[in-house]
C-alpha cells in the first residue's frame, strides 16, 4: 500500500535513516522544523505524518495541534517518533491529537508495519467520509423527491377539493367566478387584519394561506339541497329558508369526514369551521348555532365579510348585482350586528383592494348605490 509520508524531525541522522528505512515504498518530504512541516502541509497532502517532539520553535505537540486543526487534520494520521517514552510524555501526545507513537531508537519492521496499519485507517477513513458524502447526496435527493412529490399530492388536492366546490357552484350559473374571488377576499381580509387588528397575534402565514385553501368551500353543502329551492327566483318561505339552511350542516360534516382521513389541523378543519359558521352573525342572530361575538371561529367571521361582499355585488336569481359602494355601505352599517365590528374596520382600510379584485371580475350592470340604499 503506497502513500505519502511527511517527516519533521530537526536531526539530520533521524531523517536520513527515515530515508533509507522508507524511499522504496512511499513518496516522502522532509521538513528541519515544526514551521516547515506545517508550510509543506497543504501542497504535498501527506497520509502520514512521522513527527518528532524536541525540535526549535514549536515542538511536536503544538504542530500535533496544528495538524489536527487544520482541514486535513481529520484523514492525516500522524506518529510521533521520539525518544520521550515515558507514560506522561506518549499521554501528552495523544492528548495533542497524535494516531500512533513510535520510540527511538525505533525497529525498522515495526515502524513498517505501524505505517501500513495507519495507512489501512486512513483509507477506511476516506472511504467512510466518501460513503457519509454519498448517503448526504442521496439524502438530499432524496428530501428533494419527496418535497416535489408532497407538494404534487397537496397540489391535486387541493385542485379536486376546489374543482368539487366548482361542481357544487356550478348548479348556480350566475355565481360566476364567486370562489376565486372569495378566496382572494378572504386572504386579503386576513392580511389586513394580521397586519393592525386585535387579531394580529392569531393570525400567522398559515392561517392566511388556510383560508385561502379554505373558504372556497364554505357552501359546499348546497350540493345537498333541492335545485328548487337553490334556484328558486323569489323569496324562500319559511320552511325552505330551514331547508336551505342545511347546507352548512351538510357542508360541515362532509368536511369533517374529510378531515378525519388527513392529519388534524390541516385547512380542511378551517375549511369545515366556516362551512359551518360563515352564516352566524355578531350579534348571536345568525345560524344553525346562534353563536355571538368571538364564539364564532374568527376564520367564519372573515369568510361571512367576504362572502356578503360578492353576494351583493354578483347577480343572483333572486336579485340584481348591486354597485360596490352598496355592499360597503351595507357591511359598515351591519358592523356589530352580523360582522365583527374589527373585520369590518379592516374592510374599509382595504376597500380599494377589494374593488381591485372586482373590477376583474365580468362587467356586470348593477345597480347604483342611492338606489339601493333608500329601500333600505
Same mark, same amino acid.
Given at each position: ?25 512511499? %513518496? ?63 499521554? /501528552? ?18 515502524? @513498517? ?12 477513513? %476516506?472511504? @467512510? ?39 357544487? %357552484? ?21 392580511? @389586513? ?23 372556497? @368551500? ?12 337553490? /334556484? ?58 346562534? /353563536? ?85
Amino acid at each position: 500500500m503506497t502513500g505519502r509520508i511527511l517527516i519533521i524531525d530537526d536531526a539530520e541522522l533521524s531523517r536520513e535513516v527515515l530515508d533509507k528505512v522508507l524511499r522504496d515504498e512511499y %513518496e516522502l518530504e522532509f521538513a528541519e522544523n515544526g514551521e516547515e512541516g506545517l508550510a509543506k502541509l497543504d501542497w504535498f497532502s501527506p497520509d502520514i505524518v512521522l513527527l518528532d517532539i524536541m525540535m526549535p520553535g514549536l515542538d511536536g505537540y503544538e504542530v500535533c495541534r496544528r495538524i489536527k486543526a487544520s482541514p486535513v487534520g481529520d484523514f492525516t494520521q500522524i506518529i510521533i517518533v521520539s525518544a520521550k517514552t515515558s507514560t506522561e510524555e506518549r499521554l /501528552l501526545g495523544f492528548k495533542a491529537g497524535a494516531d500512533g507513537y513510535v520510540a527511538k531508537p525505533f525497529d525498522a519492521d515495526e515502524l @513498517l508495519a505501524t505505517i501500513q496499519v495507519h495507512l489501512r485507517l486512513r483509507h477506511a477513513q %476516506e472511504q @467512510l467520509w466518501q460513503a457519509n458524502n454519498q448517503l448526504q447526496q442521496f439524502n438530499t435527493q432524496l428530501e428533494e423527491v419527496i418535497r416535489r412529490r408532497s407538494a404534487e399530492v397537496v397540489a391535486t388536492r387541493d385542485i379536486t377539493i376546489f374543482a368539487l366546490a366548482k361542481l357544487a %357552484e356550478s348548479r348556480d350559473p350566475e355565481t360566476g367566478e364567486h370562489l376565486d374571488r372569495i378566496r382572494r377576499y378572504s386572504r386579503l381580509l386576513a392580511e @389586513l387584519l394580521a397586519e393592525d387588528s386585535a387579531y394580529s397575534d392569531r393570525i400567522d402565514d398559515a392561517f392566511i394561506k388556510g383560508i385561502y385553501q379554505a373558504s372556497p @368551500l364554505h357552501d359546499i353543502g348546497k350540493v345537498g339541497i333541492p335545485d328548487a329551492i337553490l /334556484l328558486k327566483p323569489g323569496r324562500l318561505t319559511f320552511e325552505e329558508f330551514e331547508i336551505m339552511k342545511q347546507h352548512v350542516v351538510i357542508g360541515y360534516e362532509t368536511l369533517c369526514e374529510a378531515a378525519a382521513q388527513g392529519p388534524s389541523g390541516g385547512f380542511l378543519d378551517m375549511a369545515a369551521e366556516v362551512a359551518r359558521h360563515h352564516h352566524e352573525k355578531f350579534d348571536g342572530t345568525g345560524y344553525p348555532d346562534g /353563536l355571538a361575538g368571538e364564539e364564532i371561529p374568527l376564520s367564519a367571521r372573515i369568510v361571512a365579510v367576504a362572502d356578503v361582499f360578492d353576494a351583493l355585488t354578483s347577480a343572483r336569481v333572486y336579485k340584481p348585482a348591486f354597485d360596490p359602494g352598496v355592499a360597503k355601505a351595507l357591511i359598515e352599517k351591519e358592523s356589530g350586528g352580523h360582522f365583527d365590528p374589527e373585520i369590518v374596520k379592516a374592510f374599509r382600510r382595504g376597500y380599494d383592494q377589494f374593488l381591485e379584485i372586482w373590477s376583474k371580475s365580468p362587467r356586470r350592470k348593477t345597480v347604483a348605490a342611492d338606489q339601493f340604499l333608500a329601500t333600505v
